[in-house]
Protein backbone atom coordinates (compact mmCIF):
# COMPACT_ATOMS: atom_id res chain seq x y z
CA UNK A 1 0.00 0.00 0.00
CA UNK A 2 1.32 3.51 -0.89
CA UNK A 3 2.61 5.68 1.86
CA UNK A 4 0.01 7.79 2.46
CA UNK A 5 -0.98 9.63 6.10
CA UNK A 6 -1.39 12.67 8.19
CA UNK A 7 2.22 13.22 7.56
CA UNK A 8 1.66 13.65 4.36
CA UNK A 9 -1.21 16.31 5.00
CA UNK A 10 1.34 18.59 7.59
CA UNK A 11 3.63 18.81 4.93
CA UNK A 12 1.72 19.97 2.26
CA UNK A 13 0.69 22.67 4.94
CA UNK A 14 4.11 23.72 5.26
CA UNK A 15 5.25 24.01 1.83
CA UNK A 16 1.54 25.65 1.17
CA UNK A 17 2.68 28.04 3.92
CA UNK A 18 6.06 29.48 2.76
CA UNK A 19 7.17 31.98 5.29
CA UNK A 20 4.18 31.83 7.69
CA UNK A 21 4.02 29.83 10.73
CA UNK A 22 1.44 27.51 11.65
CA UNK A 23 0.16 27.22 15.36
CA UNK A 24 -0.46 23.47 16.37
CA UNK A 25 -3.71 24.34 17.57
CA UNK A 26 -4.22 25.58 13.53
CA UNK A 27 -2.74 22.85 12.38
CA UNK A 28 -5.06 20.55 14.56
CA UNK A 29 -8.20 22.01 13.36
CA UNK A 30 -7.42 22.27 10.15
CA UNK A 31 -6.68 18.01 9.42
CA UNK A 32 -9.04 17.53 12.61
CA UNK A 33 -6.29 15.66 14.72
CA UNK A 34 -5.15 16.20 18.02
CA UNK A 35 -1.82 18.64 19.12
CA UNK A 36 -0.16 15.30 20.14
CA UNK A 37 -0.78 13.68 16.68
CA UNK A 38 0.42 16.74 14.94
CA UNK A 39 4.11 16.74 16.94
CA UNK A 40 4.32 12.55 16.20
CA UNK A 41 4.40 13.27 12.65
CA UNK A 42 6.23 16.25 12.77
CA UNK A 43 9.05 14.35 14.55
CA UNK A 44 8.98 11.52 11.55
CA UNK A 45 9.64 14.80 9.04
CA UNK A 46 12.20 16.17 11.32
CA UNK A 47 13.62 11.97 11.01
CA UNK A 48 13.09 11.88 7.64
CA UNK A 49 15.70 15.39 7.15
CA UNK A 50 12.85 18.29 7.26
CA UNK A 51 14.47 21.11 9.03
CA UNK A 52 11.25 22.06 11.00
CA UNK A 53 11.76 25.33 13.42
CA UNK A 54 9.60 25.45 17.01
CA UNK A 55 9.04 28.84 18.37
CA UNK A 56 6.77 29.24 21.44
CA UNK A 57 3.78 31.51 21.12
CA UNK A 58 4.43 31.54 17.05
CA UNK A 59 4.18 27.41 15.84
CA UNK A 60 6.22 26.05 13.48
CA UNK A 61 8.51 26.67 10.43
CA UNK A 62 9.57 24.53 7.62
CA UNK A 63 13.47 25.96 6.81
CA UNK A 64 14.41 23.55 4.56
CA UNK A 65 13.36 19.93 3.01
CA UNK A 66 15.82 16.88 1.99
CA UNK A 67 15.64 15.60 -1.71
CA UNK A 68 12.78 13.24 -1.26
CA UNK A 69 9.77 12.60 -3.64
CA UNK A 70 6.99 12.48 -0.99
CA UNK A 71 3.86 13.23 -2.88
CA UNK A 72 3.27 16.53 -0.89
CA UNK A 73 6.47 17.43 -2.06
CA UNK A 74 6.09 16.29 -5.33
CA UNK A 75 2.48 18.30 -6.24
CA UNK A 76 4.17 21.67 -4.52
CA UNK A 77 3.27 24.05 -7.05
CA UNK A 78 3.26 21.56 -10.21
CA UNK A 79 0.39 23.60 -11.98
CA UNK A 80 -0.16 20.45 -14.35
CA UNK A 81 -3.76 20.11 -16.25
CA UNK A 82 -3.74 16.02 -15.95
CA UNK A 83 -0.22 14.64 -14.79
CA UNK A 84 0.36 14.46 -10.91
CA UNK A 85 -2.78 15.19 -9.63
CA UNK A 86 -2.65 12.40 -7.30
CA UNK A 87 0.92 10.85 -6.19
CA UNK A 88 1.85 7.27 -4.93
CA UNK A 89 4.96 6.93 -3.13
CA UNK A 90 6.47 4.15 -2.39
CA UNK A 91 10.30 4.07 -0.52
CA UNK A 92 10.78 0.46 -2.41
CA UNK A 93 8.43 -1.27 -4.48
CA UNK A 94 9.16 -4.53 -6.98
CA UNK A 95 7.99 -2.14 -10.25
CA UNK A 96 6.85 1.43 -10.51
CA UNK A 97 4.61 -0.18 -13.25
CA UNK A 98 3.64 -2.93 -12.15
CA UNK A 99 2.46 -1.05 -9.47
CA UNK A 100 0.48 1.71 -11.92
CA UNK A 101 -1.20 -0.90 -13.70
CA UNK A 102 -2.84 -2.22 -9.93
CA UNK A 103 -4.30 1.50 -9.79
CA UNK A 104 -4.91 1.53 -13.47
CA UNK A 105 -7.30 -1.45 -13.33
CA UNK A 106 -9.07 -0.40 -10.14
CA UNK A 107 -10.06 2.94 -11.49
CA UNK A 108 -6.98 5.36 -10.72
CA UNK A 109 -7.64 8.86 -12.42
CA UNK A 110 -6.15 9.95 -15.69
CA UNK A 111 -2.58 11.18 -14.39
CA UNK A 112 -2.23 9.37 -11.50
CA UNK A 113 1.82 9.31 -10.62
CA UNK A 114 3.58 6.40 -9.11
CA UNK A 115 7.21 7.20 -7.70
CA UNK A 116 9.59 4.53 -5.86
CA UNK A 117 12.52 5.25 -4.16
CA UNK A 118 14.14 2.12 -5.71
CA UNK A 119 12.91 -0.62 -6.97
CA UNK A 120 13.66 -4.56 -6.74
CA UNK A 121 12.59 -5.62 -9.96
CA UNK A 122 12.59 -2.77 -12.76
CA UNK A 123 12.20 -3.79 -16.08
CA UNK A 124 13.16 -2.52 -19.04
CA UNK A 125 12.56 -3.42 -22.85
CA UNK A 126 12.21 -6.97 -23.60
CA UNK A 127 11.96 -8.25 -20.14
CA UNK A 128 16.01 -6.45 -19.47
CA UNK A 129 16.50 -6.01 -15.68
CA UNK A 130 16.93 -1.98 -14.82
CA UNK A 131 18.83 -1.02 -12.05
CA UNK A 132 16.92 0.43 -9.39
CA UNK A 133 19.49 1.71 -6.52
CA UNK A 134 17.74 3.85 -3.65
CA UNK A 135 17.84 7.31 -3.50
CA UNK A 136 19.63 8.71 -6.51
CA UNK A 137 17.34 8.38 -9.31
CA UNK A 138 14.07 9.11 -10.67
CA UNK A 139 11.91 5.48 -11.09
CA UNK A 140 8.15 6.77 -12.02
CA UNK A 141 5.29 5.60 -14.09
CA UNK A 142 2.42 7.26 -15.21
CA UNK A 143 -1.15 6.03 -15.66
CA UNK A 144 -2.88 7.95 -19.06
CA UNK A 145 -6.19 7.27 -20.37
CA UNK A 146 -6.44 8.57 -24.05
CA UNK A 147 -8.97 7.73 -26.83
CA UNK A 148 -7.06 6.37 -29.11
CA UNK A 149 -6.91 2.69 -31.10
CA UNK A 150 -4.47 0.36 -29.81
CA UNK A 151 -1.89 0.31 -32.82
CA UNK A 152 -1.20 4.25 -31.67
CA UNK A 153 -0.44 4.07 -28.57
CA UNK A 154 3.70 3.27 -29.58
CA UNK A 155 3.12 6.64 -30.14
CA UNK A 156 3.33 7.71 -26.39
CA UNK A 157 6.32 6.43 -25.84
CA UNK A 158 8.84 9.10 -28.34
CA UNK A 159 6.33 11.55 -26.58
CA UNK A 160 8.37 10.26 -23.21
CA UNK A 161 11.47 10.68 -24.54
CA UNK A 162 11.11 13.82 -25.77
CA UNK A 163 9.50 15.14 -22.14
CA UNK A 164 12.90 13.53 -20.76
CA UNK A 165 14.96 14.59 -22.82
CA UNK A 166 13.98 19.02 -22.38
CA UNK A 167 13.99 17.84 -18.48
CA UNK A 168 17.45 17.03 -18.55
CA UNK A 169 18.35 19.89 -20.61
CA UNK A 170 16.17 22.30 -18.76
CA UNK A 171 17.50 21.34 -15.43
CA UNK A 172 21.22 20.46 -16.18
CA UNK A 173 21.64 22.32 -19.63
CA UNK A 174 22.52 18.80 -21.03
CA UNK A 175 21.80 18.36 -24.30
CA UNK A 176 20.70 14.24 -25.10
CA UNK A 177 19.88 12.05 -27.97
CA UNK A 178 17.34 9.35 -28.61
CA UNK A 179 17.70 5.90 -29.67
CA UNK A 180 14.81 4.09 -31.29
CA UNK A 181 12.93 2.81 -29.82
CA UNK A 182 12.99 3.99 -26.33
CA UNK A 183 16.62 5.28 -24.76
CA UNK A 184 17.88 8.26 -23.95
CA UNK A 185 21.32 8.14 -24.80
CA UNK A 186 24.30 11.16 -23.49
CA UNK A 187 27.83 10.91 -25.25
CA UNK A 188 26.62 7.40 -26.55
CA UNK A 189 25.64 5.90 -23.61
CA UNK A 190 22.07 5.50 -21.98
CA UNK A 191 20.76 7.99 -19.72
CA UNK A 192 17.10 6.68 -19.16
CA UNK A 193 14.99 4.05 -20.34
CA UNK A 194 11.01 4.05 -21.26
CA UNK A 195 8.95 1.49 -21.06
CA UNK A 196 5.21 2.05 -22.37
CA UNK A 197 2.77 -0.70 -21.60
CA UNK A 198 -0.91 -1.00 -22.62
CA UNK A 199 -4.38 -2.17 -21.47
CA UNK A 200 -6.44 -2.48 -24.40
CA UNK A 201 -9.21 -3.75 -26.63
CA UNK A 202 -9.93 -4.53 -30.37
CA UNK A 203 -11.60 -1.05 -30.25
CA UNK A 204 -9.68 0.98 -28.10
CA UNK A 205 -7.22 1.33 -25.06
CA UNK A 206 -8.13 1.16 -21.55
CA UNK A 207 -5.24 2.97 -20.07
CA UNK A 208 -1.40 3.15 -20.83
CA UNK A 209 0.97 2.99 -18.41
CA UNK A 210 4.12 5.44 -18.99
CA UNK A 211 7.40 4.42 -17.42
CA UNK A 212 10.47 6.11 -17.29
CA UNK A 213 13.38 5.75 -15.43
CA UNK A 214 16.39 8.36 -15.15
CA UNK A 215 19.96 7.63 -13.92
CA UNK A 216 20.62 11.02 -11.90
CA UNK A 217 23.02 10.69 -9.66
CA UNK A 218 24.41 7.03 -9.73
CA UNK A 219 28.24 6.63 -9.05
CA UNK A 220 30.22 4.08 -11.24
CA UNK A 221 30.10 1.79 -8.68
CA UNK A 222 26.32 1.16 -8.59
CA UNK A 223 26.22 0.09 -11.80
CA UNK A 224 25.62 -3.46 -12.58
CA UNK A 225 28.87 -5.46 -13.86
CA UNK A 226 26.89 -7.51 -16.61
CA UNK A 227 25.19 -4.69 -18.33
CA UNK A 228 23.72 -5.16 -22.08
CA UNK A 229 24.27 -0.98 -23.42
CA UNK A 230 27.09 1.43 -21.36
CA UNK A 231 25.32 3.34 -19.20
CA UNK A 232 25.93 6.57 -17.27
CA UNK A 233 24.13 9.19 -14.91
CA UNK A 234 23.98 12.97 -14.87
CA UNK A 235 26.36 12.86 -11.99
CA UNK A 236 29.12 11.29 -13.72
CA UNK A 237 28.58 13.51 -16.67
CA UNK A 238 28.73 16.88 -15.16
CA UNK A 239 30.18 16.30 -11.90
CA UNK A 240 26.88 18.02 -10.21
CA UNK A 241 24.41 16.14 -8.18
CA UNK A 242 20.96 16.31 -9.40
CA UNK A 243 18.37 17.30 -7.14
CA UNK A 244 15.70 14.65 -7.91
CA UNK A 245 12.33 16.20 -6.73
CA UNK A 246 13.44 19.72 -9.37
CA UNK A 247 13.70 16.94 -11.41
CA UNK A 248 10.72 14.77 -11.22
CA UNK A 249 8.59 18.04 -10.87
CA UNK A 250 9.96 19.12 -14.32
CA UNK A 251 9.42 16.29 -15.63
CA UNK A 252 5.83 16.05 -14.71
CA UNK A 253 5.70 19.44 -16.19
CA UNK A 254 6.75 18.60 -19.75
CA UNK A 255 4.72 15.07 -19.95
CA UNK A 256 1.72 17.45 -19.26
CA UNK A 257 2.40 19.41 -21.47
CA UNK A 258 3.45 17.36 -24.28
CA UNK A 259 0.16 15.51 -23.27
CA UNK A 260 -1.68 18.22 -24.13
CA UNK A 261 -0.40 18.80 -27.61
CA UNK A 262 -1.06 15.84 -28.76
CA UNK A 263 -4.53 15.67 -27.64
CA UNK A 264 -4.89 19.14 -29.33
CA UNK A 265 -2.82 18.16 -32.88
CA UNK A 266 -2.21 14.42 -32.78
CA UNK A 267 1.43 12.51 -33.47
CA UNK A 268 2.81 14.99 -36.22
CA UNK A 269 4.11 17.50 -33.81
CA UNK A 270 5.70 14.48 -31.23
CA UNK A 271 7.62 13.06 -34.06
CA UNK A 272 9.19 16.14 -35.15
CA UNK A 273 10.19 16.87 -32.06
CA UNK A 274 11.44 13.54 -31.19
CA UNK A 275 13.13 13.26 -34.72
CA UNK A 276 15.10 16.14 -33.81
CA UNK A 277 16.55 14.44 -31.14
CA UNK A 278 17.53 11.49 -33.61
CA UNK A 279 20.84 11.03 -34.50
CA UNK A 280 20.56 9.06 -37.12
CA UNK A 281 17.66 10.76 -39.46
CA UNK A 282 19.02 10.37 -42.79
CA UNK A 283 22.10 8.45 -41.94
CA UNK A 284 22.72 5.00 -43.20
CA UNK A 285 22.29 1.90 -40.75
CA UNK A 286 21.78 -1.71 -40.52
CA UNK A 287 19.50 -2.99 -38.14
CA UNK A 288 19.05 -6.70 -36.90
CA UNK A 289 15.52 -8.01 -36.70
CA UNK A 290 16.97 -11.43 -35.28
CA UNK A 291 17.20 -13.39 -38.14
CA UNK A 292 16.96 -10.94 -40.60
CA UNK A 293 18.98 -8.19 -41.34
CA UNK A 294 18.30 -4.98 -43.30
CA UNK A 295 20.33 -2.29 -44.86
CA UNK A 296 19.28 1.20 -45.61
CA UNK A 297 18.81 5.26 -45.12
CA UNK A 298 16.98 6.00 -41.33
CA UNK A 299 13.70 7.88 -43.22
CA UNK A 300 12.03 8.70 -39.59
CA UNK A 301 9.00 7.57 -37.76
CA UNK A 302 5.72 5.69 -39.01
CA UNK A 303 2.31 6.69 -37.05
CA UNK A 304 2.62 3.96 -35.15
CA UNK A 305 6.59 4.51 -34.23
CA UNK A 306 7.92 1.73 -36.55
CA UNK A 307 11.27 2.97 -37.86
CA UNK A 308 11.34 3.82 -42.07
CA UNK A 309 14.02 2.61 -43.63
CA UNK A 310 14.39 3.27 -47.17
CA UNK A 311 16.48 0.03 -48.38
CA UNK A 312 19.49 0.21 -50.53
CA UNK A 313 18.37 -1.82 -52.76
CA UNK A 314 14.43 0.22 -53.31
CA UNK A 315 11.64 0.14 -51.59
CA UNK A 316 10.74 1.22 -47.83
CA UNK A 317 10.90 -1.10 -45.08
CA UNK A 318 8.68 -0.37 -41.92
CA UNK A 319 10.82 -1.98 -38.64
CA UNK A 320 8.89 -3.05 -35.58
CA UNK A 321 11.81 -4.20 -33.47
CA UNK A 322 15.57 -4.72 -33.99
CA UNK A 323 18.94 -3.46 -33.10
CA UNK A 324 20.50 -0.31 -34.89
CA UNK A 325 23.23 -0.04 -35.80
CA UNK A 326 24.96 2.63 -37.80
CA UNK A 327 26.84 2.33 -40.89
CA UNK A 328 30.23 4.42 -42.06
Known amino acids: ?60 HLLSQPDLLLPAAVQAGLDTRCIGQRVEYFTETDSTNVRAQELAEHGALEGTVVIADSQSAGRGRMGRRWSSPAGVNLYTSIVLRPRMLPTQAAQLTFLSAVAVARTIEQVTGVKVTV ?96 EALFELLGRTVEVDCGGQIFVGDVAGLAEDGALLLDLQGGGRQEIYAGDVTPLN
Not at 1 to 6: D, W
Not at 19 to 47: M, N, P, T
Request: glycine content about 8%; hydrophobic content about 45%; charged content about 20%.
Open 1 to 60: MAETSLREQILALFLGAGDVFLSGEDISQRLGVSRAAIWKHISQLRELGYTIEAVPSRGY
Open 179 to 274: KWPNDILLDGRKIAGLLNELSAEMEGVHHVVLGIGVNLNMTADQFPDDLRYPATSLLLHTGQPVCRLEFAQQLLRQLDELYQLFLRQGFVPIRLAW
